[in-house]
């Protein structure tokens, strides 16, 4: 079957900006150190989890311990209670059972709007950063700190450490906390006056105890990009990661609808944090809406590691259609959703776009050439190093379109579009509920003929043809030579 004739259309998609996956260390002590920073992911065996993870879970924070558990919470559509569930996997908090751990208060202050909650382990106690109004001005969002002593944070009780004051009683919220040299800091959005938006996110060095800064307060982000003022004027909701010897800041802006999307400062791991100038701001929303796999505003995210500790995974909220009636902040409907972050090789981190619902993607790094991945461009299918677009070389592995145990590669941004082969070389193109392409489509999954820890695609309606790479685009040919063997083996990340 030929391609399709609108190849500009898919083509748009596909800038030509490449970039390669670089190496990352694991942060074993800042792990266990409760620090929200996640493990290496060059190279890292790829995950399988499957979206949404939870639904009606906003603002999640996920959090991996020491003692083997991850820990979830998030804000419930109610806004009334802060609820924490664990599993030992992370596809085990779908269905872990969920404590409420703290219920808003009857009148006055915490009475209402209880918003995005972070759970975090710091000097051997378990803290929870949360914002909340009042019963008689739900408007009036100021953060608070929760504690609790015992090594399960779902039992024991947990003490309110009161309001985390600021230089200004204004709006405030989406409180985070980060360890870089040995200084914990506090990082958080806030309305400063005089400035005319909702938000600003802001910096300071926690003080003696979790629930108090202390010196120079620094401002970070004012939302004054067109993507950061859509709907409102905001940056909120910062989350920090840190790799290759810098760290990364990511936060929320605009609109809480299809408009919310993230934004990201970088800065080096041994610059003075409390100079702005130490960051720099990107220009461009780094995560957005994407009506191809139909995901709309993600954000408000954390971040936290694979089981294994060697990806990095992104953790955030979205919903899955875009027109919503009334208030945003009406509609139940964000989910919780995970998804693999990878690393350009300028050491930046990329998320390429909220995956599709379902199973999360992979990519295909060849074994001979060790910095390439198959990708697609133009719909033609080939390998490449420096793939920055990366969704491009993302494929969801699916149940074969044609049976008989085989497999089939979906596309992660032109969902519905498998590679297929015809005369011989490799595409992706439109399912078209034909036998002929579900046989095109389908393979036989392989040991990988050039090493057992990878994978090799055998044709299923062309047994002994394999999937391989020639002269940098894929072809489905016989293979015999020990070079051929490596050229049609894949490692998955």
């Given at each position: 079957?030929?391609?399709?004739?609108?190849?500009?259309?898919?083509?748009?998609?596909?800038?030509?900006?490449?970039?390669?996956?670089?190496?990352?260390?694991?942060?074993?002590?800042?792990?266990?150190?409760?620090?929200?920073?996640?493990?290496?992911?060059?190279?890292?065996?790829?995950?399988?989890?499957?979206?949404?993870?939870?639904?009606?879970?906003?603002?999640?924070?996920?959090?991996?311990?020491?003692?083997?558990?991850?820990?979830?919470?998030?804000?419930v559509p109610q806004y009334d209670r802060i609820v924490l569930r664990r599993a030992t996997t992370l596809s085990g908090l779908a269905?872990?059972?969920?404590?409420?751990?703290?219920?808003?208060?009857?009148?006055?202050?915490?009475?209402?709007?209880?918003?995005?909650?972070?759970?975090?382990?710091?000097?051997?106690?378990?803290?929870?950063?949360?914002?909340?109004?009042?019963?008689?001005?739900?408007?009036?969002?100021?953060?608070?700190?929760?504690?609790?002593?015992?090594?399960?944070?779902?039992?024991?009780?947990?003490?309110?450490?009161?309001?985390?004051?600021?230089?200004?009683?204004?709006?405030?919220?989406?409180?985070?906390?980060?360890?870089?040299?040995?200084?914990?800091?506090?990082?958080?959005?806030?309305?400063?006056?005089?400035?005319?938006?909702?938000?600003?996110?802001?910096?300071?060095?926690?003080?003696?105890?979790?629930?108090?800064?202390t010196g120079t307060v620094t401002r970070l982000v004012v939302p004054t990009y067109a993507w950061e003022t859509r709907g409102y004027?905001?940056?909120?909701?910062?989350?920090?990661?840190?790799?290759?010897?810098?760290?990364?800041?990511?936060?929320?802006?605009?609109?809480?609808?299809?408009?919310?999307?993230?934004?990201?400062?970088?800065?080096?791991?041994?610059?003075?944090?409390?100079?702005?100038?130490?960051?720099?701001?990107?220009?461009?929303?780094?995560?957005?809406?994407?009506?191809?796999?139909?995901?709309?505003?993600?954000?408000?995210?954390?971040?936290?590691?694979?089981?294994?500790?060697?990806?990095?995974?992104?953790?955030?909220?979205?919903?899955?259609?875009?027109?919503?009636?009334?208030?945003?902040?009406?509609?139940?409907?964000?989910?919780?959703?995970?998804?693999?972050?990878?690393?350009?090789?300028?050491?930046?981190?990329?998320?390429?776009?909220?995956?599709?619902?379902?199973?999360?993607?992979?990519?295909?790094?060849?074994?001979?050439?060790?910095?390439?991945?198959?990708?697609?461009?133009?719909?033609?299918?080939?390998?490449?190093?420096?793939?920055?677009?990366?969704?491009?070389?993302?494929?969801?592995?699916?149940?074969?379109?044609?049976?008989?145990?085989?497999?089939?590669?979906?596309?992660?941004?032109?969902?519905?579009?498998?590679?297929?082969?015809?005369?011989?070389?490799?595409?992706?193109?439109?399912?078209?509920?034909?036998?002929?392409?579900?046989?095109?489509?389908?393979?036989?999954?392989?040991?990988?003929?050039?090493?057992?820890?990878?994978?090799?695609?055998?044709?299923?309606?062309?047994?002994?043809?394999?999937?391989?790479?020639?002269?940098?685009?894929?072809?489905?040919?016989?293979?015999?030579?020990?070079?051929?063997?490596?050229?049609?083996?894949?490692?998955?990340?």
């Amino acid at each position: 079957m030929p391609l399709p004739l609108d190849r500009g259309t898919a083509a748009s998609g596909a800038p030509r900006r490449r970039r390669s996956v670089l190496a990352a260390m694991l942060m074993a002590l800042a792990v266990s150190a409760g620090l929200p920073v996640a493990g290496p992911a060059q190279a890292a065996p790829a995950v399988t989890y499957t979206n949404p993870l939870v639904n009606q879970r906003a603002d999640p924070h996920i959090f991996r311990h020491t003692d083997g558990y991850y820990y979830l919470t998030a804000t419930v559509p109610q806004y009334d209670r802060i609820v924490l569930r664990r599993a030992t996997t992370l596809s085990g908090l779908a269905t872990a059972p969920e404590t409420t751990i703290w219920s808003r208060h009857t009148s006055g202050e915490m009475g209402a709007h209880i918003w995005a909650p972070e759970i975090h382990f710091i000097n051997n106690r378990w803290y929870v950063y949360f914002a909340a109004g009042r019963t008689d001005d739900v408007w009036r969002i100021r953060m608070y700190v929760l504690e609790n002593a015992n090594a399960n944070p779902l039992t024991g009780g947990w003490t309110e450490r009161g309001r985390i004051t600021t230089p200004w009683d204004t709006f405030s919220l989406d409180a985070s906390t980060f360890v870089a040299n040995g200084v914990r800091y506090l990082t958080w959005a806030q309305q400063e006056p005089g400035i005319s938006t909702n938000s600003n996110v802001y910096l300071a060095r926690m003080g003696a105890n979790p629930w108090q800064i202390t010196g120079t307060v620094t401002r970070l982000v004012v939302p004054t990009y067109a993507w950061e003022t859509r709907g409102y004027r905001v940056a909120e909701g910062p989350a920090v990661i840190q790799r290759n010897g810098r760290l990364f800041l990511t936060y929320s802006a605009s609109a809480t609808d299809a408009n919310y999307c993230l934004g990201m400062l970088s800065a080096s791991a041994t610059a003075n944090l409390l100079d702005a100038a130490s960051w720099s701001k990107s220009p461009n929303p780094v995560f957005a809406t994407s009506a191809a796999t139909g995901q709309y505003g993600p954000g408000h995210n954390s971040f936290t590691v694979s089981e294994d500790g060697q990806s990095d995974i992104l953790v955030y909220h979205d919903r899955n259609y875009r027109d919503i009636s009334g208030d945003p902040l009406n509609d139940p409907n964000r989910r919780t959703r995970l998804q693999k972050v990878y690393w350009n090789a300028d050491g930046t981190p990329n998320f390429g776009i909220p995956v599709p619902d379902g199973v999360t993607p992979v990519r295909l790094r060849s074994h001979d050439l060790t910095t390439s991945y198959v990708r697609h461009y133009d719909y033609r299918a080939r390998v490449e190093p420096n793939v920055t677009n990366l969704a491009d070389s993302q494929f969801r592995i699916v149940n074969g379109l044609a049976g008989g145990g085989s497999v089939s590669l979906e596309s992660t941004n032109f969902p519905g579009y498998y590679l297929r082969h015809y005369g011989f070389a490799l595409s992706i193109a439109p399912n078209d509920s034909s036998s002929i392409f579900a046989g095109d489509a389908s393979f036989q999954r392989r040991s990988g003929l050039a090493d057992s820890a990878g994978i090799s695609l055998e044709s299923q309606n062309y047994p002994g043809r394999f999937v391989r790479h020639r002269d940098g685009l894929l072809y489905l040919e016989a293979v015999s030579t020990s070079a051929e063997r490596g050229s049609a083996t894949f490692h998955l990340e």
